[in-house]
């Protein structure tokens, strides 16, 4: 057995002692940090071991060859596994073989408790000191202090893991008093990172004074007095014997709450074995309020209620982070350069529309309906541009004449009341087969929205005849059903609402026909963003500049 290069020159004489005494030789080897003591049998270490043989089964020799496959075994365990003679030479790498083979194996190595050396100072030291746990470490000390068990209860983040263990060592350390501390988690990749964040808190680097072991890797040396482990590492090393906590001063059982199999076994386990050693510490950590049930299976241990730390909740929409982040996408810059055009369009009508209010006012001399503009005319004012598309509406694929001939006569009729007007359109739609939906290629209205606004009801039923669509909006969102209300056209309205209740077989009215078109900037950028990406998937970007956003415009914690 060899002790480790930490031990005081009265220890190793008393350790000699105690060797003598009990039959065994002890030897001191090396100089300063390097001076280690060994102790071994009489018989000394060059007595020849039995030799066992090992049948394994297939199924096993199936399973070492995959693990030997995962994890090859280096040039340096090769050797080491030779059956040679072993020189005193090589007392060194017998002690590193053990804690391979304890790696291996998924066992803790055997040690002894030493004085945790002095904590050095880390970039972490303020950041440290604002964790809530700091505000109860003289009470944590003391409860530990003065129990067998003593449970920790605080909120995820207020400093548990990282925090207890070290006020064990500075305590240990302030006292000059011996300690082997073991912290079990429930999970491989939290023992890893906690141990680098507690190695790294105290200056040093993992594997010194703090370590981790976890299956199949461990990062342990003899110099370490805290061990990060996973559960199902300390328990089976507590089921090769309960021996293996002789030297164990203090054990921290993370995350209780969770109630793993295993973190459950160990806890039945080690209450079982407490009695048997005086000296050993229990600290149960949980960041779940309802401890009661642990409280009690410790026979009402003390519990310690750590503050959380809280930080406000912002909540934001979608639309909102679109906004914050100016996340664009190309896609949605096509959107974009869409709604610009629609933009024009609106404008168009705008201004249509005040052409026609103040010609009918001019007319009418402040009694006409059209002077009072109804409320809801901010509609014109509207920023979305829903244009249905229709492949026949585009006039980029008709003959330029034809959409000349188009524009003029729908304009003619808005603008102009233009009776003749007409004459032309129902024969450009008859005779040169223009779709009766043809949208102004200005301001997306069709024939049907301008007779409605005008009130011209002959027309309108000839051109509900042909197939006029009445759902079709203009570029200000209105349908022929707007264009009737907001001209207070009221026959208009009631003939589109009669065609409706014939022809509309879902049921919808007119007046769910007259569009409340939204001016709200974010929902335009909702719209744009939903019309550029499937919901169904996760935007990587987005959440990328999202989190770019967060680290540029907060402090840490925020
Ligand atoms: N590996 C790490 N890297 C960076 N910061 C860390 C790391 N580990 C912990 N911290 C910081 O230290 C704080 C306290 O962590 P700690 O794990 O001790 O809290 P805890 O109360 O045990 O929470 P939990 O119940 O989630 O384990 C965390 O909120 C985090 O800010």
């Not at 071994?40 to 199936?62: A, E, I, R, V, W």
């Not at 303020?126 to 067998?148: D, G, M, T, W, Y």
């Not at 065609?499 to 049921?507: A, T």
């Amino acid at each position: 057995m060899e002790f480790p290069s930490s031990l005081s020159s009265n220890e190793r004489a008393f350790l000699h002692r105690a060797a003598q005494s009990l039959g065994y030789s002890s030897k001191s080897k090396g100089k300063g940090p390097n001076r280690f003591l060994t102790v071994t049998k009489k018989d000394g270490p060059d007595k020849p071991q039995h030799s066992m043989l090992l049948n394994p089964s297939h199924n096993t020799l199936f399973v070492i060859h995959n693990l030997l496959e995962r994890f090859p075994i280096s040039n340096k365990e090769r050797v080491d596994m030779q059956l040679s003679t072993r020189s005193a030479a090589s007392l060194v790498s017998e002690a590193e073989n053990a804690l391979d083979k304890n790696k291996a194996s998924g066992r803790l190595n055997k040690g002894i408790p030493v004085v945790p050396p002095q904590r050095g100072s880390s970039e972490h030291d303020a950041f440290r000191c604002s964790l809530p746990v700091q505000e109860h470490k003289q009470e944590i000390i003391k409860l530990i202090r003065e129990n067998r068990v003593v449970l920790v209860v605080g909120a995820t983040g207020s400093g548990k893991t990282t925090q207890i263990p070290q006020f064990l060592l500075d305590e240990c350390h302030k006292n000059h008093e011996p300690c082997r501390i073991f912290c079990t988690q429930p999970r491989r990749l939290a023992t890893i990172t906690v141990a680098d964040r507690v190695a790294a808190e105290r200056g040093e680097n993992v594997g010194k004074t703090v370590g981790y072991h976890i299956r199949l890797e461990s990062r342990v040396s003899p110099k370490t007095v805290l061990t990060f482990c996973t559960s199902g590492v300390f328990l089976r090393t507590l089921m090769a014997g309960d021996a293996s906590l002789t030297t164990v001063t203090h054990v921290i059982v993370d995350e209780v709450h969770e109630r793993d199999g295993l973190t459950d076994f160990l806890l039945t386990k080690l209450r079982d074995v407490l009695p048997k050693f005086p000296s050993l510490k229990l600290i149960l950590c949980s960041a779940a309020l309802d401890t009661e049930l642990f409280r009690q299976y410790f026979g009402s241990c003390p519990v310690i209620n750590l503050k959380g730390r809280l930080f406000d909740v912002k909540e934001f929409f979608l639309e909102d982070i679109l906004k914050l982040t100016g996340f664009k996408k190309k896609e949605m810059m096509n959107h974009n350069a869409e709604a610009h055009e629609t933009k024009n369009k609106q404008k168009s009508l705008t201004e249509w529309c005040e052409t026609l209010k103040n010609t009918s006012v001019e007319e009418e001399e402040g009694t006409s309906a059209l002077s009072r503009v109804p409320e809801d005319s901010s509609v014109l004012d509207g920023e979305d541009g829903a244009l249905n598309s229709l492949p026949e509406n585009n006039p980029e694929q008709l003959e330029p004449w034809l959409v000349r001939e188009m524009d003029s006569c729908i304009s003619n009729i808005f603008l102009n009341e233009d009776q003749d007007a007409f004459i032309q359109l129902f024969n450009l739609i008859l005779y040169e087969n223009m779709n009766v939906n043809y949208r102004h290629s200005e301001t997306g209205t069709t024939a049907l929205m301008v007779t409605a606004g005008q009130g011209f009801l002959t027309q309108m039923e000839q051109l509900l005849h042909m197939g006029a669509d009445v759902n079709i909006k203009a570029s200000n969102g209105w349908t022929a059903a707007d264009f009737a209300k907001h001209f207070h056209q009221s026959e208009s309205l009631e003939l589109l609402k009669s065609f409706l209740e014939v022809c509309s077989p879902d049921g919808s009215t007119v007046e769910q026909q007259v569009t409340v078109e939204s001016s709200n900037k974010e929902e335009e950028l909702l719209k744009l963003y939903h019309q550029s990406f499937d919901d169904e998937l996760v935007d990587l970007d987005l959440i990328m500049d999202l989190l770019h956003y967060i680290c540029s415009t907060s402090s840490d914690g925020e």
